[in-house]
């Protein structure tokens, strides 16, 4: 059955005229589906048809009778010996012989007949063949062979086919037969059948049972002669065989059939027996393949119904038939016996057969038949009611009595005795919609066939089609948009009976020109082939042609109509299945919405989609099979050229297939402009809801928008492709191939490939058209021809492919190459100017190609300002929305719709720079560079990129332009770009953009900057910072937008702290480098603190600490302000016992020295510093060494290390306080130590006794300075010790260090240690003496 479901929306994004073209694919694809013969003939046999009830929907109706002239009927009353009667579709003539005269008959002219009677022989046969290439003139299309008992003769057969003429086509044309004096003689025997192949060759069955090959050529030749007959069955030992002593002949032939595609003659012979001749690959031989002798038997096994009233009627076989490969791949030939079956022939293997599918041409050469039988056995159809046998019982099926039969393309009639006077015409033909039904159903299904009776006046002697039926395939649904119904010619010796077979939308318009349709009647039709398809019947009948029009019935018309608008559904939503089986509603069903809320259990989860109405869908089929004959064909073709030396191009169709085509496209558009009702109105047709249905009118209104939108789309194209035909028919009118030559062979190459539905719906079609358009403007041009009236021509004809902008376009060419005829001056320019200005105003439908020709022809005028200003506008008016800006914004991503329009920009910018390329001199200044038109960015960043790749990186500074600015800020960002960016902020004396553009330097990763450098960037970093903050402080705004001064210091300020910040880190790192690199093997470490700047963590966890690199350890905890005590003491013990227990170092003092070279660098951070573990770690050390310590050993390196005095007797008088002993220590200790210091590490005593005296070498030590240098001002900062409350940063809190000698002499003499008494008082003493 036919599409029902509806026609679903596609939502992707693209062009109207794509969506139509793809509607218009997936319905030709459609429709290519049907099964082929083959496919359908599956089983061994099949008698399943479809009686044609009512009459009006019979297979073939006879349209009318032509009787024969009363001059024939005279000729037959003289009458002597034999008549044959015959027809010749091919120029439309029935042949009648009357013993030794031939009579032409044009049928359609009716009274109109040629008459031959140049001999006396009686005629027994003749037949219309093809000449051999090369014997004839070219006005001899067709060779009538005669023959007689005496000779066979050859007469050629001029033929003009003649103009409309008659109500049922043209008047039958003009016959001409011509002498030729080619001849052989028949030597006595009858020849019983003749015909000829495509290549010429003659093909003759004698009554004597021979078959005969009439060779001729054009002359004589030295061993050949003009004419021969050649006896091909025959043996060599029968030519030296006396006739009379023969005793046995073969079994004469009574028909022949050629394919001339397999390259295979099949003879039909008396006793119903068929032989198979192989022709050759070449068809220049001739071998018996087969001879199937058991035809009857074999069709018996088969079917065993086919035995049913042999005994009262014999086998016999009335025709045979040949298949084409273009209808049947698999089966060669259709045998219609004289009981009305038919046996269908196959010469395929039965395994090939099952693999082999559809009816393509054949694509491998023709090659010999291994076998030859019987694949299907088709019954007759009833000749009575299936009703009157029902009541009759069961009864053998009636025997038929075909004597005459015809077979092509799928239908079949048969000529069946009904009587004396008249015969039966039974009609057979697939029935599409049964078919189409069970396809639906089941893919693999059987043939089912419409049959009908039709009686004709008199005995049938030959039925044949009138016209080709070639290609229109077995659905007549498809056919019917593009080709005439068929028509057959039926010869009776009455007459001449024209049958036209009747197809769907013909059984539709004898329905409907009823007075009265009743909708039961409709709704049958409809059941039968869908609402989709009777939609496109509807459009078939109200778009006929002219002619047909004139006889279309008022009422089929306006009923017509109606179906399409009052029957033809509605928009709607549909619920589907999850696996896509759409449920519908009744056909007729103008509301219908497909599936209602209670739909069958199991069917899954439903989704909705839109089905657009049967309207629609009939007008996307109807459109579909207008084109197809055109669609996929190419539209230009390449062929060689006349000398052979280059190829041409040529019109890929037929034009008078284009035109027929352009014809009915016409016809539609016609039709869709006079009924304005096709555009649905949204609130007048309202589709009814059913009951409780929950649908709003938002849903019912994008209903109507998708249809609306669809039909718009499909009209769109049918504009197209009309367009499309008439440009094709002006390029053949202006010659094509010569037009051609002037193409350039790629771009002909090009041409030749384009399809006729690429030339309608793409962009690729329509350039194609603009480049062919433009080849023959250019030959008008060439031969001083006005291009006006092609202008109009086309404007009129292809406005749509063929525009205003062409217009200008070709107008400004001429100008311009007037201005290049001309001599350099004011006409010169005043042309150039002209064709800017034309140019200037269609810019954006300019291609690249063509902008570039343009530009080199402005360039040889030397117009290299009209170069920049055609190329920027061409590259404007392509993107009117700024498309390129943003998908260059958005970062070029892929498969971006907005990526060609980037694209065509780019190439006008490069027009532009190549020639800026070739004037280097004149244009490479900032003079000339700061005139150009600032509002393109694109084009200037197009421009800088140029400028940068040629070195002329300089002139960006003197390009006093806003885009330099945003240019140097384009991602990718590349070193060479920063640099010049900062050097640029520093040109313009913005010093804090400069800071921040450094210090990105300084930490990207993919500049290749090495460590060092990066130093520098951030040294660099820190100067502009500092700068730019004092000239804000001055007054000058140095930071973008309007910012207050206060807000912009506090942004500097910002960016200064952390680049110092970042400053120490980076300088650590160095640290961390130049130790890896002092180690040896560690160059790929090394390396990688140069790719990036690595953070504190990242430095300790990933150098210091695997590398042991303890010193680093201290400057990464200094620069990170690390907080973890326990952590910091670990390391500096860890440095300093190291160094301890070096051997080649001198113990203690080296100790001293690491802390004093470590000192400067940590100090004051008490993160990486702890003065007060530093000299604890010292103190312990100092204990496991006595005997290199020394007084003032600690205080000593403390200070070197760069320790104020203050600060270390701080941490040494903490130490102190924690180390003094209790009194019962102080009991247990007395006496142990006297006056000494041995024994320090047992005691803790030993700790404070070695902490005062370092505190008493501190404060000598500084006495000792103080004195030394003389100082007595309060200003110097050494002087503090007179100052009461504290001192300066190196001085030493004088009273504190007093109180604390006291309390130090206190303990000393509670302890008894009298030496430390006196060493401690002395000291005191000395301070008081200065104070």
Not at 559 to 581: M, N, S
């Amino acid at each position: 059955m036919a599409n029902t479901g509806g026609t679903v929306v596609d939502s992707e994004t693209t062009t109207p005229i794509s969506k139509a073209a793809r509607l218009v694919e997936t319905n030709i694809q459609s429709d290519s589906k049907f099964p082929t013969i083959a496919d359908l003939l599956h089983a061994s046999s099949s008698v399943e048809y479809e009686q044609a009830i009512p009459s009006d929907w019979q297979v073939v109706t006879q349209q009318r009778l032509i009787p024969l002239p009363d001059a024939l009927f005279e000729q037959y009353d003289l009458l002597e010996c034999r008549c044959f009667m015959g027809l010749f579709p091919e120029i439309k003539r029935a042949w009648i012989t009357v013993d030794h005269r031939l009579f032409l008959w044009n049928y359609e002219e009716e009274s109109d007949f040629y008459s031959f009677e140049d001999q006396e022989q009686i005629i027994v046969s003749v037949a219309l063949v093809q000449p051999k290439p090369g014997v004839f003139v070219d006005t001899i299309r067709h060779v009538l062979v005669v023959a007689t008992p005496l000779e066979v003769f050859l007469l050629g057969v001029g033929y003009e086919p003649g103009k409309v003429s008659g109500a049922r086509g043209n008047g039958g044309g003009e016959v001409a037969l011509y002498a030729t004096q080619i001849s052989v003689p028949a030597d006595g025997v009858a020849m019983t059948s003749i015909v000829g192949t495509a290549d010429g060759r003659v093909f003759m069955s004698g009554n004597d049972g021979a078959l005969y090959e009439f060779v001729y050529q054009s002359e004589d030749g030295w061993l050949t002669k003009k004419a021969k007959k050649i006896n091909l069955t025959s043996t060599l030992a029968s030519y030296f065989v006396p006739t009379f002593l023969g005793t046995r002949r073969d079994t004469p032939a009574l028909s022949m059939a050629v394919d001339n595609q397999r390259k295979l003659l099949y003879v039909l012979m008396q006793d119903s027996s068929i032989k198979v001749f192989w022709l050759g690959v070449q068809g220049n031989e001739f071998v018996l393949a087969h001879h199937h002798k058991t035809i009857a038997n074999s069709a018996a096994l088969l079917c065993p119904q086919f035995n049913e009233g042999s005994d009262i009627a014999p086998f016999e076989i009335a025709s045979i038939h040949v298949i084409p490969p273009s209808e049947a791949r698999t089966l060669n030939l259709v045998v219609i016996t004289s009981g009305g079956c038919r046996l269908y022939f196959s010469t395929v293997k039965r395994m090939q057969r099952f693999y082999e599918t559809g009816a393509v041409a054949v694509s491998s050469p023709p090659a010999q038949p291994e076998v030859f039988e019987i694949v299907h056995v088709r019954l007759p159809p009833e000749t009575q009611p299936t009703l009157a046998r029902t009541m009759q019982g069961r009864v053998p099926r009636q025997m038929l009595k075909v004597h005459t039969a015809f077979y092509h393309n799928g239908t079949s009639l048969l000529a069946h005795t009904w009587n004396e006077d008249h015969d039966s015409i039974i009609g057979a033909a697939p029935a599409c919609a049964q078919i189409l039904a069970r396809v639906a159903r089941q893919p693999r299904t059987t043939l089912a066939e419409n049959s009908s009776i039709t009686r004709v006046e008199g005995r049938t002697w030959a039925i044949a089609e009138i016209g080709s039926a070639d290609g229109q395939g077995l659905n007549d649904l498809v056919t019917a948009a593009s080709m005439p119904s068929r028509t057959f010619a039926v010869l009776t010796n009455v007459g001449v009976s024209i049958l036209e077979k009747q197809r769907p939308v013909d059984m539709l318009r004898s329905l409907i020109a009823r007075p009265a349709l009743q909708d039961s009647q409709l709704k049958e039709f409809v059941s039968l082939y869908g609402l989709d398809e009777t939609c496109a019947m509807c459009y078939t009948l109200l778009c006929a042609s002219e002619f047909s029009q004139a006889y279309l019935d008022m009422q089929v018309a306006n009923a017509a109509r109606q179906i399409l608008f009052e029957y033809g559904g509605v928009p709607h939503f549909v619920e589907t299945p999850a696996f896509g089986t759409a449920l519908t509603a009744d056909p007729l069903a103008g509301a219908g919405t497909g599936a209602s809320g209670n739909s069958a259990s199991g069917a899954g989860v439903l989704s909705e989609r839109i089905a657009l109405s049967g309207r629609h869908n009939g007008l996307a089929i109807y459109l579909a099979r207008t084109l197809q004959p055109v669609w996929g064909q190419l539209a230009t073709v390449a062929k060689a050229g006349e000398r052979g030396n280059s190829t041409r191009l040529h019109i890929g169709i037929s034009i008078g297939e284009l035109v027929d085509v352009q014809d009915k496209l016409r016809r539609l558009q016609h039709f869709i402009n006079n009924n304005q009702r096709f555009i649905p109105d949204q609130i007048n047709q309202m589709p009814l809801q059913p009951a409780g249905s929950a649908r709003s009118t938002v849903d019912v209104t994008s209903c109507w928008n998708a249809e609306a939108a669809s039909l718009a789309s499909l009209y769109e194209l049918i504009v197209h492709a009309v367009e499309a035909v008439s440009f094709l028919c002006l390029m053949s009118d202006f010659n094509l191939p010569v037009i051609s030559e002037s193409v350039p062979d790629a771009q002909r190459q090009k041409l030749a490939g384009i399809q006729f539905s690429q030339l309608v719906c793409t962009d690729a079609g329509k350039q194609s058209c603009r480049d062919l358009i433009l080849a023959l403007i250019n030959s008008q041009i060439k031969q001083d021809m006005s291009i006006d009236s092609i202008s109009d021509v086309l404007s009129k004809r292809c406005s749509t492919m063929f525009s205003s902008s062409d217009v200008s376009l070709y107008k400004a060419l001429e100008a311009l190459k007037q201005a290049s005829e001309s001599e350099e001056g004011t006409d010169a320019r005043d042309l150039a100017s002209s064709a800017l200005a034309l140019l200037t105003d269609i810019a954006g439908a300019l291609s690249i190609e063509q902008l570039r020709e343009i530009c080199n022809s402005f360039e040889q005028l030397g117009q290299l300002n009209a170069i920049i200003t055609l190329a920027l506008a061409c590259a404007a008016q392509s993107d009117p929305h700024g498309d390129a800006y943003k998908f260059w914004g958005d970062g070029a991503p892929e498969n971006d719709p907005r990526e060609s329009v980037y694209n065509k920009r780019i190439e006008c910018y490069r027009c532009i720079i190549s020639v800026m390329e070739k004037h280097r001199s004149s244009v490479l200044n900032a003079n000339s560079l700061s005139k150009l038109p600032g509002a393109d960015v694109l084009f200037h960043f197009a421009l800088y990129d140029w400028l940068l790749d040629n070195g002329q990186s300089s002139l960006l500074f003197q390009i006093r332009s806003p885009h330099v600015e945003q240019y140097l800020n384009l991602e990718p960002r590349t070193l060479e770009k920063c640099d010049m960016l900062w050097h640029y902020y520093v040109h313009e004396n913005r010093f804090g953009n400069a800071a921040v553009v450094q210090r990105q330097m300084a930490c990207a990763q993919d500049f290749g900057i090495n460590l060092a450098g990066r130093i520098e960037y951030l040294s660099l970093s820190i100067s502009n910072a500092k700068i730019a903050i004092d000239m804000v402080r001055g007054g000058q705004t140095h930071m973008a937008g309007e910012v207050s001064e206060e807000d912009q210091i506090n942004e500097l300020a910002m960016i200064l702290r952390d680049n110092e910040d970042q400053l120490e880190v980076a300088q650590v790192q160095l640290e961390i480098q130049q130790q890896l690199r002092n180690l040896g093997g560690h160059e790929t470490l090394a390396g990688a603190l140069d790719r990036r700047l690595f953070t504190v963590t990242e430095l300790y966890e990933k150098f210091a600490e695997p590398m042991k690199m303890w010193d680093a350890a201290l400057l990464i905890f200094k620069a990170s302000n690390h907080d973890d005590p326990q952590m910091v003491e670990g390391v500096w013990r860890t440095i300093l016992r190291t160094v301890l227990d070096d051997q080649q170092r001198t113990g203690l003092l080296a100790v001293a020295s690491k802390v004093a070279q470590l000192g400067p660098r940590l100090y004051p951070s008490p993160a990486a510093f702890p003065l007060t573990t530093v000299a604890k770690i010292l103190l312990d050390l100092a204990q496991e060494r006595p005997a290199e310590y020394t007084f003032g050993y600690i205080s000593d390196a403390l200070v070197q290390a760069g320790v104020p005095y203050w600060a270390v007797f701080e941490a040494l008088n903490s130490l102190y306080t924690k180390s003094v002993p209790t009194k019962t220590t102080t009991a247990m200790t007395k006496g142990r130590f006297g006056g000494g210091i041995g024994n320090m590490r047992s005691n803790t005593n030993d700790v404070s006794v070695m902490l005062a005296r370092e505190v008493a070498a501190l404060a000598s030590r500084f006495v000792e300075i103080s004195k030394g240098s003389g100082i007595s001002s309060l200003a110097d900062p050494l002087n503090t010790m007179v100052d009461e409350s504290g001192s300066s940063e190196n001085g030493l809190p004088v009273n504190d260090v007093d109180q604390a000698l006291s309390q130090y002499i206190v303990n000393a003499t509670l302890h008894e240690n009298i030496q430390l008494k006196n060493e401690l008082q002395r000291v005191q003493e000395n301070i008081r003496q200065i104070l």
